[in-house]
């Protein structure tokens, strides 16, 4: 990974979902780049966002509370940039089944209307558009490539598959330059971890934290993992590289870890800590997708791009992190 | 092929798109078998809907003229239906890319409407979604089989996309049973001719029986065809059986045709007749797709469907079919 900073120094950059979890974390980079960054957030409380996120970066960034819905907010807001950095999604499973609506305008229409503000008012803009490995559903064959077919389990998932084709179509057809990264359990600093709304892992950390047992479901299932200062290095290798536009690539780990192996290093990690392993509960058994596990080989080789940071590394840090402000995250 | 036709006989279906090209097929040959028929159009003069693509089957069918995206009246109509034949779409590329808002609302939220209706109203209803070999976008392989990555090329191919996705999503997580179609260049008689918006057949038949040449784009591309009946038939034998549900098929031909093969044959059913060939516009040739054909083996093996009109008899039975009645398409 040989990022070319000063593809970021001076230039404009928006970020969608900018106080949430990834997006507050690649704001903090590119703000160290020298990049003007600029966030939009809608602070839905159910949702990523968090003010504590981005309270290092006070007087750094430049703020614009509101939500990717508002058609008329964007087409202002993405004047100028010279990336956008489109994070914003609604990304739980359980609200997109109980008001499949509200997540079809946040992770269609206004992903729709993100990139036709684009084609109008500023063509020239670099988008990356974080995309989820769980478009592929319960995977054929592992380790998981590009290739394999898409088989969404929710509907989110269904509605961010569209999500992402906007993207890849608008470059291919409009020449607005567009990509697509396919995350995979992403974790670290700054994640949500007051429930089980944005990943397990959060959840986890926030329990082990308050020396209470946390729950693993099933256990065996295998997954990666993807430390959020990797997935944010990714993010600027696909903005700053041309040979990213109009591609999909997949993030993914080095190595491989069943849930409850997962539990153990973080434990292990933690120094102390104690889970329980208990059956799926019937309405998750029913899109329950077995492994997974990515093969990243494209984006490794195209952009370079490896993950640096180890599993026990990366929950040592995030642990450090929450245990100074757990508070924050209540 | 051995339609059990006692499963559609006093039976109720619901036809969305029901006075359009394949709809009005559809329920002629469900009248024949003795099921009571509700069409839905919304006879938006850009799209298929005709009048006359029913004149013949009244009194023996209920036409109920909406649009499917008035989720209230979409409420009333599933209800006590026992099949639902899901054929209404916005499916010009065109319309798309100029209108992508409205093909969004047509081809994905009213489509999450219907299935939202069902699940409340009528989860007992089995339903058949057409679907379209678009979603393929540019072939990586020949034929093509299911297993082929979506990639569309416009705005319409990614909603119908994320409308096909939604289908399967609601058989696998709420039991509602329901199937896919990919369907490819279905032709016959109703289709719409006065225009390429539904397609290119259309055109080159209207202009053949006016005496004027046609215009071929490109001409080297191949292509499959399916006869509407053939078509027809793949819907009835996905709607009556179990081993349909949660499945997702391509229809195709037995033989592929490049386009200008097609254009002779079409003049040799006709016995006159003349075209161009042209090269392709700018602005389609960056969603040229080159040759597409499809591999049909699963519903062949699954549902024992086969295509059993040849393309020469086909475009007779077209021809014959729009000698009598082009007013009525003009």
Known sequence: MTLRTEAFKDRKALITGGLGFIGSNLATRLVEAGTHVTLIDSLIPEYGGN?????????????????????HAMKYLVQGQDYLFNLAGQTSHMDSMAN???????????????????????????????????LYGKPDYLPVDEKHILRPVDVNGVN???????????NNVYGIRACALRLTNTYGPRMRVKDARQ???????????????????????????????????????????????????????????????????????????????????????????????ADYFEIKSLLKWEP???????????????????????
């Open 51 to 71: 003010l504590f996120n981005i309270a290092h970066l006070e007087g750094k960034v430049r703020v614009n509370i509101s939500d990717v819905r508002d058609a």
């Open 100 to 134: 499949p609506f509200t997540d079809l305008e946040i992770n269609c229409t206004s992903q729709l209307s993100i990139l036709e503000a684009c084609r109008q008012y500023n063509p020239g803009v670099k988008l990356v558009f974080a995309s989820t490995r769980q």
């Open 160 to 170: 961010k598959m569209a999500g992402e084709g906007y993207h890849i179509l608008y």
């Open 199 to 293: 990943t397990f892992l959060g959840i986890w950390i926030k329990l082990l934290l308050e020396d209470k047992p946390f729950e693993v479901w099933g256990g065996e299932q295998k997954r990666d993992y993807t430390y959020v200062d990797d997935a944010v290095e990714a993010m600027l290798l696909a903005a700053e590289n041309p040979k990213a536009d109009g591609r999909i690539f997949n993030l993914g780990g080095d190595d491989v870890y069943s849930l409850e192996e997962t539990a153990k290093a973080m434990i292990d990690a933690n120094g102390k800590g104690e889970f329980t392993v208990k059956s799926f509960p019937a309405d998750r058994k029913r899109i329950d997708i077995g492994d997974y596990f």
């Open 308 to 330: 640096t940071t180890s599993l026990r590394d990366g929950f040592q840090k995030t642990l450090d992190y929450y245990r100074q402000n757990l508070q924050q995250y209540l």
